[in-house]
């Protein structure tokens, strides 16, 4: 059986990390803000509101939503946008992705001040984990997925690692990620020929394919470290990760659950970045 | 015996369609113009500069020289960028690379504008390429080597491609490039563990170490594409790719050769992305 590699213990260990530094802040009469800008009603978008809003009162950061309607004008949303910008009582800007089709993300994207940008939307962010550096923000799901390698010691440094994503909110800026820590990163994707090939010859996969159970045993072997960052609903309407959970976990040498895993982690990096971000103002 | 995947037939394609575009240019009274910023007089540096005026002359691109000391002040060479981004007779920038010490590479990449950012330094046009976006500039060595790929038909699709570098000049912007093309890619350097074996797994190799001849057969086998970007100088201070290319030649696929190969793709590109930068104004 595989070692399980929950993310609440990473996530609470980043928690208690953020809780000191704000601490130190507000006795500096500073206190972490985050705005968040949710257009519309979406029942997913309110619950994770309601999960941020609530890990935001746990440590300490002040938390305030800005609820337009779904069809607010382009030109409406900049201008919010950039009355945050100037705001210095907000340190960090969360604008709910995906927006209505009416508005152009490209547009929404250069507008977030890049100081302020803790769920790094804006090109110049992305480009400094495209170059590496990675003092600044990063997307929330990749860095999650390095904090549960890093908290549980599983070395990277000349190690191959297999992402099975090539989007921008996961698996680019993974495999960037997992290079500046000396790993050899192969990116997988929807055409890849052989991939089970390629995992089985990994030390460790990640895999965000987003479709349910995808991975079974064929994909693994005893010695494989599964980071999944998928969640889908299967066929039984149930939460799952891309690997078939009870079929792989007997078989690989650790696992990340789902749920459990990569996004009880998530969270708390926003919240870290928002903690960054007022400390850089 | 390998097929040589020569660069000057590559790089006359490209000329060719250069010389039309501006022709079409020239009727509507548009001269692309390059304008080179050179610090100092290295012999390499004039040397390349030489080189790209040639080529420049040949296919009807103006290219001016702003030779200035190389104890240039910042704050003046940030001037003359400036000066150049609003000259409307100059379509695009290249600074001569690396820059003198003193001076920040960051704060000058910056300067420069993006719509006249030729050689791709700016943030803002390589996060382009990190999004897949390969419609604005792109750095010109992964370039070239995507376009030796594309004039010899050679399949990337669901194929597996091994990157020996990961610099933000070649490695990381050329993966970007070949996940565009669907490729299955993996990024190694100097921290890979048994490159042997992940070299000899690949459909095409592009080795970019900068070590004359240190690959030699164990890494290939006879169905390896090898794409060398390397130039540096063999014991005999000649110049040389990464490979070993009396002893590889024999025995792989495909090989470019040094020089002749990636290095003679790269000033066309670098020219053609003048012309595109006269198109977009």
Redesign the interface.
């Known amino acids: 059986m595989a070692e399980i590699l929950k993310g609440n213990v990473v996530a609470k260990q980043i928690k208690e990390k953020m809780k000191r530094d704000i601490e130190e802040l507000k006795k500096h009469d500073r206190i972490p803000t985050l705005a968040i800008v949710r257009l519309g009603d979406n029942p997913g978008d309110i619950s994770y509101e309601k999960s941020i809003i609530k890990n935001c009162d746990d440590v300490g950061i002040k938390s305030v939503v800005y609820e337009r309607d779904v069809n607010i004008k382009t030109e409406e949303l900049i201008e919010l946008i950039e009355e945050l910008n100037k705001d210095n009582n907000i340190s960090g800007i969360l604008v709910f992705r995906p927006l209505p089709k009416h508005i152009d993300e490209e547009i929404i994207r250069n507008v977030i001040s890049p100081e302020k940008d803790v769920d790094c939307m804006h090109?110049?962010n992305?480009?400094?984990?495209?170059?590496g550096d990675m003092d600044g923000f990063a997307p929330c799901t990749p860095k999650a997925a390095m904090e549960i390698l890093k908290y549980y010691d599983i070395p990277l440094?000349?190690?191959?690692v297999v992402v099975v994503n090539?989007s921008?909110v996961v698996g680019?800026p993974l495999?960037?990620m997992l290079?500046k820590e000396?790993a050899?990163?192969?990116?997988?994707?929807s055409?890849?020929?052989n991939l089970e090939q390629?995992t089985n010859r990994a030390d460790v996969v990640v895999v965000a394919l987003g479709k349910a159970k995808f991975f079974d045993e064929k994909y693994f072997n005893e010695n494989s470290i599964v980071i999944d960052v998928g969640v889908s609903l299967d066929e039984n309407g149930k939460l799952s990760g891309d690997a078939d959970y009870g079929i792989v976990s007997p078989i690989v040498s650790k696992i990340t659950p789902v749920p459990g895993g990569v996004g009880s982690v998530t969270t708390s990096i926003l919240l870290s970045q928002v903690v960054l971000a007022c400390k850089n103002i």
């Not at 992305?126 to 170059?131: G, P």
């Not at 050899?184 to 994707?189: A, E, F, G, K, N």
């Open positions: 090109p110049l992305l480009e400094r984990i495209f170059e440094e000349g190690k191959n090539r921008m680019k495999a960037m290079l000396n050899t990163v192969t990116i997988c994707h055409r890849t020929q390629i």
